[in-house]
């Protein structure tokens, strides 16, 4: 069974930057396709980020142009950069698998964007 666990949360500032990871207990991404979803408190978990087995990328309106997805196949590790943070960013972060595999989530990190 496949596990994921994110890492790289933290605190940052409005306009700050953080790198969130998600690494894979095996090699998945030949098989499935990868996506951020976020979770802030009192609301549903939302869709912020997508990069499919063959390498295309989506993003939310919420995140586009300051998110970027990617993937280090050598690392089982699926990343997502994010700039220029803001207040409304607050939110714990999962990664999910899907599609070759049942859907497979990770525990979550938490990123927090104060001043």
């Known amino acids: 069974q496949v596990q994921l666990m994110e890492s790289g949360g933290g605190l940052v500032q409005p306009g700050g930057s953080l790198r969130l990871s998600c690494v894979a207990s095996?090699?998945?991404?030949?098989?499935?396709?990868m996506a951020w979803y976020r979770q802030a408190p009192g609301n549903q978990r939302e869709y912020i980020a997508g990069?499919?087995?063959?390498?295309?990328?989506s993003y939310s309106d919420s995140v586009k142009g300051r998110f970027t997805i990617s993937r280090d196949n050598a690392k089982n590790t699926l990343y997502l950069q994010m700039n220029s943070l803001r207040p409304e960013d607050t939110a714990v972060y999962y990664c999910?698998?899907?599609?070759?595999?049942?859907?497979?989530w990770g525990q979550g990190t938490q990123v927090t964007v104060s001043s």
């Open positions: 990069l499919t087995k063959g390498g295309s990328t």
């Open positions: 095996t090699n998945i991404f030949r098989i499935a396709d």
């Open positions: 999910k698998a899907t599609g070759g595999l049942p859907n497979t």
